[in-house]
DNA sequence: GCCGTTTTCGGCCCGACTGTTTTCAGTCG
């Protein structure tokens, strides 16, 4: 029984806990928290990086740490781990995770008051326990008390990018109104396109930072804030009522580039871009580019460098701009370095959409209006895309029903008169023993197939892997719909070998599905960019059930910009011409 | 513990905010 990618990273992260309640020195704490970041982020698993002796190749791993993946990986544990569970009790580490408690108040209150559980801890602030020890106070206590609320009231840890983008919107949407505000936007991990994100940061640049508090003032008292976590004049932290926390970050005009640049992110890729000033005599921070000597003392006489633009920053940097999608310190500065960066693909190179459901199936529009919908969105071409007889629930077609369906798909593409194409498709199942859904005879009539996993996802490895595999090796199937299967932000993807599925895909030129609905975007963006490095084929696809559902699309977009694809690899920025010699040459 | 267009040793990003402090420590991002 071998451990995951993700089992590992996590033991990695409960030791750097254990380590910074210690006292140790940060930077060895941080190796490890970079190291369990590094390894969630890998698109394939550390046992086959292993095997090829290249563990010291991820980034943030070296010798030591790839000897103790290599022990986790034969043993199925870790030496230093179980000795550092046994110093500390859990709940301690626990306890490090209420906002505003860090280790030392955690060592504080366990070394002082013996309380090990987030419930004690609870008991002893309300019983007016903590207040006396050093360093605290009664405010301090009603911190703890109101961290540990906000705690038990968060359902999940990160929201989906589709919950955030628009909670940020509709707060940037007040904040523009304002005559204060010249401009607003919104950073961090929402605008690096993360699948999930933990909080939002929000920008805002005045004239003059006299400005600052009201702005402050109306951000602070929005009707969705649930609480305050602090206010001053350039930065104040609300949690919202659905737990959400979001940071506003006012700053003037004049230094929005450099603002903007830090407060993006990823911390990983601002260190990079901080050594690169660093070693070009600067001090990059959000204010500006400070000169600095040879000690990296800033120089105060020296004039500063202001930028108004991230391009300004990235430049003096000797640096190509950097689409925030990429900005994770995994090759694009070397890329942007050189000039080299690829040209990511855009919503506006996306001219169809290959899968989406009508109310054949479990779809709430039919065909005519999916399709012109569609057309009003620019889509040149889509295919229909229900789901197969064995998914019950979804009212998945008999072989009857798919039939008659391709005639009426084909009577309103002849409708429609050009002006869009409509094909005929469909979601097909791979059932649980392996088994496709429909029989070739039937596939071979269709325009276009997605082979997709809905039911007995926790299968075991072997025959989750040889379920996509029968999919991938059947030449009538064109598309591989979700491969991972995950749900955002809970639903684990499925355990299956995507070295073995990605090889098989290369030989056969099957097509990988990057689904923009934001409860899954899967493939994810490290599989994809893994999938474009072996050559293979993607598309982009909203899944739509609803017209609405097909303005999703940005989200897909986004999630195959963070995994550095551009349109030629992608089906539908084809031609229609081009889709169609494909489709039919995939079919023989 | 990682890492190298200053370095195989000696750095490692750095500022805002809060609450407790008589000048700073802790936390966060």
């Not at 010291?56 to 230093?80: A, C, V, Y």
């Not at 040879?294 to 689409?323: F, M, R």
Request: charged share 25%; aromatic share 4%.
């Amino acid at each position: 029984m071998t451990l995951s990618n993700r089992q590992i990273a996590d033991i990695f992260d409960t030791v750097a806990d254990i380590l910074q309640l210690k006292g140790e020195i940060i930077h060895r704490v941080l190796s490890y928290r970079r190291a369990a970041e590094s390894i969630r982020e890998l698109p394939r698993d550390l046992s086959a990086i292993a095997a090829e002796d290249k563990l010291t190749e991820i980034p943030g791993i070296g010798d030591t740490l790839g000897d103790k993946i290599k022990e986790m990986l034969t043993t199925g544990k870790l030496g230093l781990y179980e000795r550092l569970i046994t110093e500390i009790p859990v709940g301690v580490v626990e306890i490090m995770r209420i906002n505003g408690v860090g280790p030392k108040k955690a060592q504080l209150f366990w070394k002082e008051l013996n309380i090990t559980t987030v419930q004690g801890l609870e008991q002893a602030a309300r019983a007016g326990k903590l207040r006396d020890l050093s360093g605290m106070g009664v405010k301090s206590e009603q911190k703890v008390i109101e961290g540990i609320e906000a705690l038990s009231r968060r359902q999940v840890e990160r929201v989906p990018l589709g919950t955030a983008l628009p909670a940020a919107e509709s707060i940037l949407g007040v904040l523009r109104a304002l005559p204060q505000c010249l401009q607003a936007t919104v950073a961090g991990s929402v605008r690096r396109a993360r699948p999930t994100i933990g909080d939002i940061d929000l920008l805002v640049a005045v004239r003059e930072m006299s400005d600052s508090p009201a702005i402050m003032q109306i951000f602070v008292t929005l009707p969705n804030v649930a609480r305050i976590l602090g206010q001053g004049d350039t930065k104040s932290s609300v949690e919202l009522l659905n737990g959400l926390q979001v940071d506003l970050r006012v700053l003037p005009q004049e230094r929005w580039g450099t603002a903007l640049q830090y407060f993006t992110g990823s911390q990983a890729h601002n260190i990079k871009t901080r050594e690169i000033a660093l070693a070009k005599g600067f001090s990059l921070n959000e204010h500006a580019l400070s000169p600095v000597d040879s000690n990296g003392t800033i120089l105060e006489d020296a004039p500063k460098l202001l930028c108004e633009t991230e391009e300004q920053v990235y430049h003096h940097l000797g640096l190509q701009w950097i689409p925030p999608e990429l900005r994770e310190d995994s090759g694009e500065i070397e890329r942007a370095r050189d000039q080299t960066l690829p040209r990511l693909i855009t919503l506006d190179d996306i001219h169809a959409d290959l899968h989406m459901h009508t109310t054949w199936s479990d779809g709430k529009h039919t065909i005519r209006e999916m399709a012109e919908a569609a057309r009003e969105r620019g889509r040149k071409f889509i295919v229909i895309t229900d789901h197969s007889r064995s998914l019950g629930v979804a009212n998945g077609l008999s072989i009857e029903r798919l039939l008659e369906q391709q005639n009426e798909v084909r009577r309103v593409d002849q409708a429609l008169n050009g002006s869009i194409r409509v094909f005929h498709g469909t979601e097909m199942d791979i059932n649980a023993d392996g088994s496709l859904d429909y029989p070739d005879e039937i596939l071979v009539q269709l325009d276009f197939v997605i082979a997709s996993l809905h039911m007995s996802l926790r299968q075991e490895r072997d025959q989750i892997t040889l379920r996509l595999l029968n999919a991938i090796r059947n030449p009538h199937v064109d598309l591989i719909g979700h491969p991972r299967a995950q749900m955002l932000p809970n639903r684990e993807p499925v355990d299956a070998d995507m070295d073995v599925v990605f090889t098989a895909a290369q030989q056969t030129g099957i097509a990988l599905e990057i689904n923009a609905n934001p409860a899954r975007l899967d493939l994810e963006a490290q599989y994809a960019r893994r999938a474009l490095d072996l050559g293979i084929l993607l598309a982009i696809n909203t899944d739509a059930h609803t017209i609405e559902q097909m303005d999703l699309m940005n989200y897909g977009v986004m999630t195959a910009r963070r995994g550095w694809v551009t349109p030629d690899h992608v089906l539908n920025t084809w031609s229609l011409e081009r889709f169609t010699t494909w489709m039919t040459q995939r079919g023989q």
